[in-house]
């Protein structure tokens, strides 16, 4: 290489460099080249061509047969399917045209050499098949009547007949009396036989196949094409990071060679023992090691071509956003939680716009589709074009993933939390209510499977509605960051959650309930009847109604009723604690349970409770 060459490329690549860490807290004037090291040598790449076949199938119904067509033998189909791949792999012939459009290109054909390329289409071939519903028939048997063609008759149950009420009128010795006699008479809608005719299929019994149309067989349909598929391999000679080439451009592929070096030629071209197509380039690398320093750090940035491409970036980014990553591993801790504080977020948002690297990965990671941490990491390497370490690159992919969700969130869990508490809740009282009165583990794990059914019905039904109130408050939130940062919506994320969320609802209902059935805890039925009698008088306000003056009632001591009432139940099993005549919550407790196991309406005043357990021994 000469020395023009080499400082062209060192300059160019200094430039570029210059551009990448400008603004991120350092200007590009303070990157510095310190030294240059250069080198030219062989490069030589082969593309292997394996050459075989790939084929498509379709099937229709009835007739699709094609120009190639074999009626109903499978065999011979089958036999000339397998010629086709034969020829495709070991037919010389059909491979001249695709051998001489790489000849012809030279060492352009190493843009096409990425993926496999075809060498000959063949004319498409079919087979007829009996459809194995029908039997070749094109029709089945009537499921309604199961092939009789008659079914049994709806008004009589099939006995031909039917009892109906006949009014009679007789003389008495007096007057006349009417009378029903029960009478049977022939059944009007069979007349009498008991049977009707299939509406379904007519009468015949039998009915169009719905597998193949009515048409009895099918068409398949293959078309087959020769393919040749490319195996890309690279040796390189001694010289500057030879080895550090050679597996870079066997990564690349070989689509992206003539970037790395330029100069590459077809040189030769033949078979090898296993019949496969080698192609053999060659060409000289030009290879620079360029030594940069910024301040008070250096490295080493080995690249190639006249463009110069890094071969191996320095994690230039990890020295520039130390603060950043340092503060972004402090939020996450030790336990590298992903979940930070929304005021937290809008600081990072802040701050992460004012560094253009930072800025550009946080634009593309809110383009992304998904939200996986693999996906964040893999972006803030290619804003940063590979100059980061991979975990510098995760911990800051993991923080602006967790950032946007909270300034630009893809959905709302709160909406979704909302509208799901109704069949979450209903599953845990559910199962609290039921576990003590089952019969049997068995009949407990039915019951219990049938309440988590439910609820995951439940919640699949209230889903639209809640990815309607999640769309509207998560749009309104996006609104709040410039469109460049505004995440996609997602809002169907949360429902797989809802749905585990299920399982943990009943947990806490099965313990209940086991509780109270071997425990004596009190139950849930008493609580809840408590809630109904005070819900429409607290919460819902009870109609206005104009009434009549009414004499004064007599007024009740509601402090001796209800102390005497605790007196009761704390001497018949009913702890409530103090007798002090006031209506705790405790105490409400006890005397919904009382009630439920005497069976007694919640809405029973003090007084008539009081009255009940006076008479009771």
């Not at 084929?55 to 033998?73: D, L, P, Q």
């Not at 598929?229 to 592929?253: C, I, N, Y």
């Not at 509780?515 to 109904?532: C, N, T």
Request: with cysteine.
């Amino acid at each position: 290489m000469g020395q023009n060459e080499g400082n062209v490329q060192s300059r160019r690549l200094m430039e570029h460099l210059g551009k990448l860490v400008d603004g991120n807290h350092a200007q590009a004037h303070e990157l510095q080249a310190t030294g240059l090291s250069k080198d030219t040598y062989s490069v030589d790449a082969w593309v292997t061509w394996q050459f075989g076949h790939d084929s498509r199938s379709r099937t229709v119904h009835g007739n699709g047969a094609v120009t190639t067509h074999f009626g109903f033998e499978k065999g011979a189909f089958e036999a000339h399917l397998h010629a086709l791949g034969h020829d495709a792999a070991s037919n010389r012939e059909i491979r001249v045209p695709f051998m001489q459009t790489v000849t012809v290109a030279a060492a352009n054909s190493l843009r096409h050499s990425g993926e496999a390329q075809m060498v000959k289409e063949y004319d498409a071939c079919s087979v007829h098949r009996q459809c194995g519903g029908c039997r070749g028939s094109g029709q089945v048997a009537c499921s309604g009547c199961q092939g009789s063609g008659r079914r049994s008759c709806g008004s009589c149950g099939g006995s031909g007949s039917r009892y109906v009420s006949v009014n009679h009128t007789r003389w008495n010795g007096h007057s006349h009396e009417s009378y029903v006699v029960q009478e049977r008479q022939s059944c009007y809608g069979c007349f009498g036989s008991g049977n009707q005719v299939c509406g379904p299929c007519g009468g015949s019994g039998r009915q169009r196949c719905g597998s193949c149309s009515g048409q009895g067989y099918f068409t398949d349909i293959v078309e087959t094409w020769a393919l040749a598929r490319p195996q890309w391999w690279v040796r390189t000679a001694s010289g500057l990071a030879h080895e550090l080439l050679q597996d870079f451009m066997a990564k690349r592929g070989a689509a992206q060679a003539l970037d790395f070096v330029p100069s590459l030629s077809l040189l030769d071209t033949g078979y090898d023992d296993a019949d496969r197509w080698v192609v053999h380039y060659g060409g000289e690398a030009e290879v620079i090691e360029q030594s940069i320093a910024l301040r008070n750090q250096s490295w080493t940035v080995p690249a190639v071509g006249p463009k110069p491409v890094p071969m191996k970036p320095a994690p230039i980014f990890d020295y520039l956003l130390a603060a950043e990553i340092a503060h972004v591993r402090d939020l996450r801790g030790a336990r590298k939680q992903t979940n930070i504080r929304a005021r937290v977020a809008r600081r990072l948002f802040h701050t992460y716009r004012g560094l253009p690297a930072l800025d550009q990965a946080t634009q593309e990671v809110a383009a992304l589709a998904g939200a996986s941490a693999p996906a964040g990491a893999n972006t803030v390497r290619q804003a940063m074009q590979g100059f980061i370490s991979t975990d510098a690159a995760t911990d800051l992919g993991e923080a602006i993933q967790a950032m946007l969700h909270k300034i630009s969130p893809p959905y709302s869990i709160l909406a979704w939390a909302l509208v799901m508490l109704v069949p979450l809740s209903w599953v845990a009282v559910s199962t609290a209510m039921n576990v003590p009165h089952a019969n049997g583990w068995f009949d407990g794990a039915f019951g219990l499977a049938g309440e988590l059914i439910g609820g995951c019905l439940g919640v699949l039904l209230l889903s639209p509605l809640a990815w309607v109130l999640s769309a509207s408050i998560s749009g309104l939130l996006r609104l709040r960051v410039p469109k460049p940062y505004r995440q996609k919506g997602r809002n169907w994320v949360p429902l797989r959650q809802m749905l585990k969320v299920v399982l943990l609802a009943a947990l806490p209902g099965l313990l209940y309930g086991l509780s109270v059935r071997y425990l004596r805890m009190p139950p849930v039925e008493p609580a809840i009847r408590v809630a109904s009698a005070w819900v429409p008088g607290h919460i819902i306000p009870p109609p206005k109604v104009l009434m009549r003056a009414q004499p004064p009632l007599q007024r009740v001591n509601l402090p001796a009723t209800y102390r005497a009432i605790q007196h009761y139940l704390n001497g018949h099993g009913y702890p409530v604690g103090p007798e002090d005549g006031q209506l705790g919550l405790r105490t409400r407790l006890q005397i919904g349970r009382y009630l439920y196991q005497h069976h007694l309406s919640a809405a029973l005043p003090p007084e008539t409770v009081l009255a009940d357990m006076l008479q009771r021994p």
